[in-house]
């Protein structure tokens, strides 16, 4: 049996590192996916345009609109 060295067991761990790391990436890609089309349906109910669900800031602005708090929740943020 050959006993690994130093360099074949960091080659390892650095594949094992990469492959979770891009696992985790897909996961919150799919998260990301699943929260825009759902904010777009809701901001569709709402009468508002659909692809505020895509710009970040916009997205707030427009949420707090669909609450009428629109000043009051700008502060909070």
């Given at each position: 049996m050959e006993s690994k060295s130093g360099l074949d067991l960091h080659q390892d761990l650095f594949s094992i590192k990469s492959v979770l790391l891009s696992n985790i990436f897909q996961i919150v890609i799919l998260f990301d996916l699943v929260m825009v089309e759902s904010l777009w349906k809701i901001y569709k109910k709402a009468g508002k345009n659909g692809c505020a669900a895509i710009?970040?800031?916009?997205?707030?602005?427009?949420?707090?609109?669909?609450?009428?708090?629109l000043f009051g929740g700008l502060l909070c943020y």
């Amino acid at each position: 049996m050959e006993s690994k060295s130093g360099l074949d067991l960091h080659q390892d761990l650095f594949s094992i590192k990469s492959v979770l790391l891009s696992n985790i990436f897909q996961i919150v890609i799919l998260f990301d996916l699943v929260m825009v089309e759902s904010l777009w349906k809701i901001y569709k109910k709402a009468g508002k345009n659909g692809c505020a669900a895509i710009i970040r800031i916009y997205n707030i602005i427009v949420h707090l609109e669909i609450i009428k708090k629109l000043f009051g929740g700008l502060l909070c943020y």
